[in-house]
Antibody
Framework: EVQLVESGGGLVQSGGSLRLSCAAS????????MNWVRQTPGKGLEWISH????????YYADSVKGRFTISRDNAKDTLYLQMNSLRDDDTAVYYC???????????WGQGILVTASS | QSALTQPRSVSGSPGQSVTISCTGT?????????VSWYQHDPGKAPKLIIY???RRPSGVPDRFSASKSGNTASLTISGLQAEDEADYYC?????????FGGGTKLTVL
């Protein structure tokens, strides 16, 4: 069974940093592209970052470019999101999501809440 | 990067059909063969219900169907059931950008 379990969320002061982790199991992590998607309070889903299986390509949404860094450790079956210079509007539930070549997301984690507050 | 446009809410009675639209531009939905749809029960993980514009993953009932015309994609749910009540999101993938719709809340009356 595919499982994606996020950790590392919590309350942080605006301007601060946080690192999210996503532990993957039930599939061969190293051959899949991975993503982070977030849902802000009362709003919809927003894709924020993508990393290919071999880390050969990394993409970011404009809203987080220059502040967030996606990475992965294929030996540990773990995906990361380093979030710096957090702003109030980064407050959201962050989902770790497995991606497929045609750009769809077939498995999602349960999500982890990040609250950035001034 | 603006969200794709979906109606905020739709509703229908059990057994009826509802259609949710997802409107973008020539640069996203109109230029993409890779539109997907997700069902999201708040508090749970979103679930893929349509990919590649019209394809259903195994396990998704054939009551769920989808299409695209020009800059608008559509999701139709036939034979509405109480369990279909959820939020629905479209997503368009083009090159290196994924764009979600704002989401539509489906209420089963």
């Amino acid at each position: 069974e595919v499982q994606l379990v996020e950790s590392g969320g919590g309350l942080v002061q605006s301007g601060g940093s946080l690192r999210l982790s996503c532990a993957a199991s039930g599939f061969t992590f190293r051959i899949y592209n991975m993503n982070w998607v977030r849902q802000t309070p009362g709003k919809g889903l927003e894709w924020i970052s993508h990393i290919t299986s071999s880390t050969s390509a990394i993409y970011y949404a404009d809203s987080v470019k220059g502040r967030f860094t996606i990475s992965r450790d294929n030996a540990k079956d773990t995906l990361y999101l380093q979030m710096n210079s957090l702003r109030d509007d980064d407050t959201a539930v962050y989902y770790c999501v497995r991606g497929r070549p045609n750009g769809y997301f077939d498995y999602w984690g349960q999500g982890i809440l990040v609250t950035a507050s001034s | 990067q603006s969200a794709l446009t979906q109606p905020r809410s739709v509703s229908g009675s059990p057994g009826q059909s509802v259609t949710i639209s997802c409107t973008g531009t020539n640069s996203d939905v109109g230029d993409s063969n890779y539109v997907s749809w997700y069902q999201h029960d708040p508090g749970k993980a979103p679930k893929l219900i349509i990919y590649d514009i019209t394809r259903r993953p195994s396990g998704v009932p054939d009551r769920f169907s989808a299409s695209k015309s020009g800059n608008t994609a559509s999701l139709t749910i036939s034979g509405l059931q109480a369990e279909d009540e959820a939020d629905y999101y479209c997503c368009s993938y083009t090159a290196t950008v994924w764009m979600f719709g704002g989401g539509t809340k489906l209420t089963v009356l």
